[in-house]
Each structure stands twice: as C-alpha cells, then as structure tokens.
C-alpha cells in the first residue's frame, strides 16, 4: 500500500487522483495520513493540497483533532484555503468541531488580504494570418469557478476562433483560492469585464458589432448576466454548464429580445444544474431573442469530448460564416 502510494508522491509531488482512488479502494485511511505526514517537507509547493487531503485522512478516521491540525499546519506554512473547500460531505464532520469556526476566521481572514491585491488580468490571442490594419470580431471567454487562466486556455478554443475571432481571456478579479478565481460577485465582474474590453479595444481592431462572449461554470453564469445585463455590447453568447443566474428579470429577456441577442447554453445530462438551466432556456421564447440549450449524454459537469465543434456550431447560429464562391461563379 505505502509502496504504491509512495510511487505516486514520488512522481507527482502529492496527492493526486491515482493516490486517492488507491486509499478510497482500500480504506486505508489511517496509512495515508502517516504517509502524508512524513512528506509534508519534502514537497513545499504542495502544502496546500497535501495539508487539506491529511485533514480528509483524519476526518475519514474520526480524528478531528488531528483534521486540524492539519490544517492550521497549513495556515502556519502560509497558505490557505478555497471558499468552497470545506462544502463537501467528508468533511462535514470537521465543521462540528469547537476550533473550525476560528480556523475559518483565520482562513478568511487571509483569503481577504489577497483579495485586496488582486486584479483582473487579460490575456489576448489574435487569430491566424492577424492583420491589425483590419477589425474581427472579439470573443471575450470566461473560465470557470475555481480556476485561472492556465487551466482554462487549453480547453475553450475552436477552428473558428483560432482562424477569425481575436479572444480575449479574462481572469476575474475575485480570489476564490491560491490559484483560481471565480465570478459570483455581479458588480464586481462588471468592473472586471468593462475594463478588459476597454484594454481589448486600446490595443486591438475590434469591430463592436460582433461582439460574443462565453464561459464555462462560473464563467457561464458571468456570460449570461453580462449578455443580458449589457456590460458589454455583446450580440451573442455561449455558455457551458453555466450556474444559472438569479438577476435575470422578465424585462431583461425582452429587452434583449428587442436587441436581437442570440445565444446558446451547451449542458450536460448529469450537471446538477440541468433542471435549472432548461427553465431558464425555456423563457427565451420571447421575440427576437434567439436562445437554445443543447444537452450532451453521458458526460457530468465539464467539456463534452466535441465541444470544439459545439462552441463552432454555436458562433455559426449567431455569426453565419461567409461561404467563400468557386472562381469563376458570379
């Protein structure tokens, strides 16, 4: 057991998925935990993921005391933890415990100081054969709850925004861990969006008028309340998986209605959200508005394997490609 799970410490610096599924196989909980313990030194860049699983170790063996410690070994380390860490079912038990709510004071009390640093970041890709003597459209993509920009680059992209679309990452400005970020707080992402677009638009020709935006998760829900709340002049969206937003009002679908706003919500059969997301698909039923849900199969909340192809067929509903005539047809 050790042998294995010291292979994978070896390889990858922590606690990755292979590791845990070995000790969730054979509930060798206790055995983890020490082997967490006795390499807690020798990976400093891991501290945060390998203090919060050795406090899951010792939730899942009934030791709370030692949960944490665990955790406020971590704090010592100087690190911290994410705003949704403690939410899962395993480590309901730790919350029961007298030093948690001053452990989640501490936790957020240093997640807050970060968040007064931090500011919203844009990263730019221009599409193939770029000529900055010319406009394109602007994508703007947004990622999901939790994440950053490295995590989420490689996973929204199409051959159509790569070849047309200059694409503007955003990172929201709202800390949600060490390394990710997310988009719950409206004003907050409004002032985040309103100033990418205005850096996007001093450094590259952008025509305003095919303005789209999109995200994942989070990100979706960012997406949807900017289309539909006109942070920016967006005349298409394209959300995946969104969280569903609550501040969309009956006025907001029929004034964008009378935009001629279209969009697309790509889903999956088991998000949790699924229920949530086709009502809100099934009030864009309003003139004008030209909205669909797609619900892939088989897949819980994250990419469909084709979602390159989706998020293609999604910017086609809303900006036709041109179809390039044979020579010699008039």
């Avoid at 390998?50 to 899942?60: D, G, K, P, W």
């Avoid at 007064?116 to 990263?123: D, F, G, H, I, P």
């Avoid at 959200?273 to 039923?285: F, K, P, V």
């Avoid at 909340?301 to 084709?306: F, G, I, L, R």
């Amino acid at each position: 057991m050790q042998g294995n799970l010291l292979e994978r410490f070896d390889a990858v610096g922590g606690f990755d998925h292979i590791a845990v599924q070995i000790v969730h196989q054979q509930k060798k909980y206790a055995e983890a935990a020490t082997l967490l313990e006795r390499v807690m030194d020798r990976f400093p860049d891991h501290v945060r993921a390998n203090t919060y699983n050795l406090a899951i170790m010792r939730v899942l063996t009934g030791e709370t005391d030692k949960a944490i410690q665990a955790l406020d070994d971590g704090l010592r380390r100087g690190i911290f933890y994410g705003l949704w860490d403690f939410e899962g079912e395993v480590l309901a038990p730790l919350k029961k415990h007298e030093r948690f709510e001053a452990f989640r004071k501490q936790n957020l009390a240093r997640l807050e100081k970060v968040q007064r640093k931090t500011s919203m970041k844009v990263e730019v890709a221009t599409p193939s054969g770029y000529d900055p003597s010319t406009t394109y459209p602007l994508f703007v993509a947004l990622h999901g709850g939790g994440e950053g920009l490295a995590e989420f680059k490689p996973n929204w992209g199409s051959p159509r925004l790569r070849a047309e679309f200059i694409t503007a990452y955003v990172q929201s400005s709202q800390v949600a861990s060490m390394t990710g970020f997310h988009w719950q707080d409206e004003a907050m992402t409004r002032r985040d969006l309103e100033a990418a677009y205005k850096e996007v638009l001093g450094k590259h020709p952008v025509d305003t008028s095919r303005v789209f935006i999109g995200g994942f998760s989070s990100g979706g829900l960012a997406s949807l309340t900017a289309a539909f709340h006109q942070f920016l002049p967006v005349r298409g969206f394209v959300a995946l998986c969104p969280e569903v937003p609550t501040t969309i009002t009956d006025s907001d679908v029929v004034a964008a209605g009378k935009r001629g706003l279209r969009g697309t919500l790509l889903t999956t059969e088991f998000d949790r959200r699924l229920e949530q997301q086709r009502a809100l698909a099934g009030r864009w039923s309003t003139p004008g508005l030209a909205g669909e849900i797609i619900v892939t199969p088989d897949i819980g909340h994250w990419y469909p394997k084709d979602f390159e192809q989706q998020l293609d067929r999604a910017i086609d509903r809303i900006l036709p490609p041109i179809r390039k005539r044979p020579r010699g047809v008039r």
